[in-house]
């Protein structure tokens, strides 16, 4: 089997869905077989563009199902898109594997097209080549999705004041990786689609927790302070994440295997979690818990943004940094016992 029948065989066929946009029906569209893609985006909507490369031993393991790997690479880029509050159109697909296992590649497309349709999310392109010997696998996405013109959530867009909210549980992904146990959320992983397409109405600000809140709560706060040219912190109330966490390290604090703020201070630093971390103003708290329950989905409001002046006022010195945990008196915790950042990409 050549390249071009790998693509026929595995990608063409299986790119058509039943309810894909119908811009792609148009006459005008080109997609798999041409050099490029080609398609005329809805009037009235903004085009959102994300792009993600998954390694073999650095995000799944050979080991892993196929099935899982299909779906989380599509599962990533998702959530890029949900961040933005944007509704995923169509994707492209690059792969890097050493030969041509047909039952391991059906069964990968399974995954993965299994998810293009649940959010009807077409294949327009990509590439494949052949890799060296004993050379990691890699796959590259490109997904695009469309948002009401200027309408897009940013992470820059925080204000003071705002509540800082979390989707969904955080913790076990990484203890998954660590403690070598099946984790659903770490393998087949869940874009909050529908919660972010809903945050469009009311959020400031977004971003989607892949390499750990502590690590991804730091960008909105940079790119915050640059736009409002001001530092901005957030009051984070540290206990606040218990009720974030995931099911393996509740236990563990259930059967005193780790104390409460042990399980918190992993939560908090853990990856692979693609939940979503957003901020609005405290008038939308009756909307946002409402939200919770017809999304039947947990969202957790964890702390608020403040100045840097407000900080000093309230608690009598200078603050270097971005985010203040506080302890269950309203207290910034000791600096020693601060929760490590999350996953570091160099």
Same mark, same amino acid.
């Given at each position: 089997? #050549?390249?071009?029948?790998?693509?026929?065989?595995?990608?063409?066929?299986?790119?058509?869905?039943?309810?894909? #946009?119908?811009?792609?029906?148009?006459?005008?569209?080109?997609?798999?077989?041409?050099?490029?893609?080609?398609?005329?985006?809805?009037?009235?909507?903004?085009?959102?563009?994300?792009?993600?490369?998954?390694?073999?031993?650095?995000?799944?393991?050979?080991?892993?199902?196929?099935?899982?790997?299909?779906?989380?690479?599509?599962?990533?880029?998702?959530?890029?898109?949900?961040?933005?509050?944007?509704?995923?159109?169509?994707?492209?697909?690059?792969?890097?594997?050493?030969?041509?296992? !047909?039952?391991?590649?059906?069964?990968?497309?399974?995954?993965?097209?299994?998810?293009?349709?649940?959010?009807?999310?077409?294949?327009?392109?990509?590439?494949?080549?052949?890799?060296?010997?004993?050379?990691?696998?890699?796959?590259?996405?490109? &997904?695009?999705?469309?948002?009401?013109? @200027?309408?897009?959530? %940013?992470?820059?867009?925080?204000?003071?004041?705002?509540?800082?909210?979390?989707?969904?549980?955080? @913790?076990?992904?990484? !203890?998954?990786?660590?403690?070598?146990?099946?984790?659903?959320?770490?393998?087949?992983?869940?874009?909050?689609?529908?919660?972010?397409?809903?945050?469009?109405?009311?959020?400031?600000?977004?971003?989607?927790?892949?390499?750990?809140?502590?690590?991804?709560?730091?960008?909105?706060?940079?790119?915050?302070?640059?736009?409002?040219?001001? %530092? &901005?912190?957030?009051?984070?109330?540290?206990?606040?994440?218990?009720?974030?966490?995931?099911?393996?390290?509740?236990?563990?604090?259930?059967?005193? %295997?780790?104390?409460?703020? !042990?399980?918190?201070?992993?939560?908090?630093?853990?990856?692979?979690?693609?939940?979503?971390?957003?901020?609005?103003?405290?008038?939308?708290?009756?909307?946002?818990?409402?939200?919770?329950?017809?999304?039947?989905?947990?969202?957790?409001?964890?702390?608020?943004?403040?100045? !840097?002046?407000?900080?000093?006022?309230?608690?009598?010195?200078?603050?270097?940094?971005?985010?203040?945990?506080?302890?269950?008196?309203?207290?910034?915790?000791?600096?020693?016992?601060?929760?490590?950042?999350?996953?570091?990409?160099?």
């Amino acid at each position: 089997m #050549n390249e071009f029948d790998l693509i026929e065989t595995f990608f063409r066929e299986k790119s058509r869905l039943t309810n894909s #946009n119908k811009i792609f029906k148009n006459k005008s569209f080109i997609g798999i077989g041409d050099d490029a893609s080609v398609f005329s985006p809805p009037k009235g909507f903004d085009l959102v563009v994300s792009s993600d490369l998954l390694i073999e031993g650095t995000h799944f393991r050979r080991d892993h199902t196929p099935e899982s790997i299909g779906h989380k690479v599509l599962a990533v880029n998702l959530s890029d898109i949900a961040a933005m509050g944007a509704e995923p159109l169509c994707f492209t697909l690059s792969i890097s594997i050493q030969s041509i296992d !047909e039952a391991w590649l059906c069964k990968f497309c399974d995954g993965i097209f299994d998810l293009a349709n649940e959010f009807s999310c077409k294949l327009i392109g990509g590439d494949t080549v052949r890799s060296k010997e004993n050379a990691p696998m890699f796959f590259g996405v490109t &997904v695009i999705g469309i948002v009401p013109s @200027g309408k897009a959530l %940013k992470r820059k867009s925080m204000e003071l004041n705002d509540d800082i909210w979390v989707s969904g549980s955080l @913790g076990d992904p990484t !203890e998954a990786l660590k403690n070598n146990f099946f984790c659903k959320k770490l393998f087949t992983p869940q874009p909050r689609l529908a919660l972010g397409k809903e945050l469009l109405d009311f959020a400031n600000s977004a971003i989607d927790i892949s390499d750990g809140l502590s690590s991804d709560l730091l960008h909105l706060l940079g790119e915050s302070s640059k736009n409002l040219k001001r %530092k &901005v912190i957030a009051t984070i109330d540290f206990l606040s994440i218990a009720s974030c966490l995931g099911p393996y390290l509740f236990s563990c604090y259930l059967k005193n %295997k780790l104390t409460l703020n !042990e399980c918190c201070s992993l939560a908090v630093a853990s990856g692979d979690e693609y939940e979503l971390c957003f901020s609005a103003r405290k008038e939308f708290r009756k909307t946002i818990k409402s939200l919770s329950a017809d999304l039947d989905l947990p969202l957790t409001r964890i702390g608020e943004v403040i100045s !840097e002046k407000e900080s000093k006022e309230i608690f009598g010195f200078n603050i270097k940094q971005n985010i203040i945990w506080l302890d269950s008196k309203g207290l910034p915790i000791d600096l020693k016992n601060y929760p490590s950042s999350g996953f570091s990409h160099f």
